[in-house]
C-alpha cells in the first residue's frame, strides 16, 4: 500500500514537473519573441545608419568634385591672365 502512496506522490511530482517545464517553454518562447523584435529594431537602426553613411559620402565626393573643378577654373583664369599681361607688355615695346 505504501508503495502505491509512492508511486502516486511520483506521478504528481512528473506531473507538476510537466505542467512547469510547458509553462517555462511558453514564457522562453516569448522571450525568443521580444530578443527577435529587439534585433528587427537594432537591424532598422543599422539600415538608417548605413544609409545615412552613403548620403554623407556621396555629398563629399560631390564636393570633391566641385573643389576639383574650381581648381582648374581658377588655373584657366590665371592663365588667361598671364597671355593678356604678356600680350600687353609685348606690345608695348
Avoid: P, W
Amino acid at each position: 500500500m505504501e508503495s502505491l502512496i509512492n508511486l502516486m506522490r511520483d506521478v504528481q511530482l512528473q506531473e507538476q514537473a510537466a505542467e512547469q517545464a510547458s509553462l517555462d517553454a511558453a514564457t522562453g518562447g516569448s522571450n525568443i519573441l521580444a530578443m527577435v523584435e529587439g534585433y528587427k529594431t537594432v537591424l532598422e537602426q543599422a539600415k538608417e545608419a548605413n544609409d545615412m553613411v552613403v548620403k554623407v559620402h556621396n555629398l563629399l565626393h560631390l564636393l570633391f568634385r566641385i573643389r576639383r573643378a574650381k581648381n582648374i577654373y581658377c588655373q584657366f583664369v590665371l592663365a588667361a591672365c598671364r597671355r593678356s599681361v604678356r600680350g600687353k607688355s609685348n606690345s608695348g615695346n
